[in-house]
């Protein structure tokens, strides 16, 4: 069973369900002053979980790297020969492309409709200054200068870019050292670092190219263990949630009872424990499969617009925490932005912003069979 686009839609879902929690619980000064109810639980359990579910970059960045790695292969079977380095230019800049303009559509509605609960002299300041830092946030560059950034969870989009942007090398050294590319990427950091690339989320990034290359996904679904298949989904689902408690512990505890380098590693093995365990088994579930499939089509536009709602638009979070039980403060905060996204694709076919989308993606794909 191959690893589809649906279930990519169905893991970006779950992550982003994942996500929407930790930003609303994880820090209490956030939440202080609302009397939350965390009933039948307490406050640091709560915490405690949300902080677990701080791995949706690494869900997102795994997922980057798959599918573009899964591209290349495709191209170069239809084609029946390598892909030149023009190609691989033109499938860098088509994804480039498709992010920037999600992100500049989610960054365009945030100014035009909620300007009213926006602070934009805080964030860039004033006079011809601020005009810079806005363009910069505006092109996703903030956070590469270390400028001013109006939202603090964008710092995504200089990963994201400099993945996009470094997959091609880190495909054309897989296929010409094959393995010795993963001793390579671990030492890598000290011999070069630009931070969170190769730092942080070097390891997840090689399981990506790794689960890619040596086909992982449907391996692990097809793999039996005796006779029984109830008995290989018993063990095979004991053995992604002994992972998920071990790896979630030790990144608990960076720095204090563990290496950084080993939380590095545990950050990469929650990631591909909670993909493998949602592809197998929320996978079999329809409805549900539905419900994250539908999130997941909607993730982008989730990640670059959620935090404002709880967090940055004091109006709007203060009537997301009305609903004083966290349980109902979360599902508030999902129907929020959930309908935040679905009124803004509504908007982007209205007035053709898609349809531009589109055609930016279709000359790319010109380009690359050029």
Not at 109 to 136: E, N
Not at 301 to 328: A, D, E
Not at 333 to 345: A, N, P, T, Y
Request: hydrophobic content about 50%; aromatic content about 20%; overall charge positive.
């Amino acid at each position: 069973m191959r690893f589809s686009k649906e279930d990519t839609l169905m893991v970006k879902g779950v992550a982003i369900l994942m996500l929407l929690f930790y930003h609303l619980f994880y820090y209490e000064p956030m939440f202080l002053e609302y009397h939350v109810n965390f009933a039948p639980f307490d406050l640091q359990s709560v915490m405690k979980t949300s902080r677990v579910f701080n791995i949706c970059v690494s869900i997102f960045l795994f997922l980057t790297v798959y599918g573009l790695y899964k591209g290349y292969e495709k191209l170069e079977q239809q084609s029946g020969h390598a892909l030149s380095g023009r190609q691989f230019l033109w499938i860098s800049l088509k994804r480039y492309f498709s992010l920037m303009l999600g992100y500049i559509a989610v960054f365009a509605a945030i100014l035009i409709f909620f300007f009213w609960d926006l602070d934009l002299k805080s964030v860039y300041g004033t006079g011809f200054r601020a005009i810079y830092y806005f363009l910069m946030d505006l092109t996703g560059l903030s956070k590469f200068f270390d400028f001013p950034c109006i939202n603090g969870s964008w710092w995504y989009l200089q990963l994201a870019i400099l993945i996009i942007f470094c997959m091609p090398f880190l495909y054309m050294a897989f296929q010409k050292i094959g393995y010795l590319l993963v001793p390579a990427m671990i030492l890598l950091p000290y011999v070069f670092s630009v931070e969170y690339m190769t730092d942080r989320y070097r390891y997840v990034v090689l399981f990506g190219l790794v689960f890619a290359r040596a086909d992982l996904f449907p391996k692990w679904s097809d793999w039996k263990i005796g006779g029984s298949k109830v008995f290989s989904c018993l063990v095979k689902t004991g053995i992604l949630l002994v992972s998920i408690g071990i790896s979630a512990f030790l990144r608990q505890y960076e720095g204090d009872l563990v290496t950084e380098e080993v939380t590095y590693l545990a950050e990469g093995v929650l990631a591909v424990a909670i993909i493998l365990l949602v592809y197998y088994l929320l996978g079999a579930m329809v409805h549900l499969r539905k419900v994250t499939e539908l999130l997941g089509k909607h993730s982008m536009n989730m990640y670059f617009g959620h935090l404002f709602f709880s967090y940055y638009f004091v109006h709007i979070r203060g009537l997301i925490f009305s609903g004083k039980h966290f349980l109902v403060i979360y599902l508030l905060q999902i129907l929020v932005v959930l309908g935040f996204s679905v009124v803004l694709e509504f908007l982007k076919k209205l007035c053709r912003y898609q349809e531009m989308t589109n055609r930016v993606r279709m000359w790319c794909d010109q380009k690359i069979m050029s």
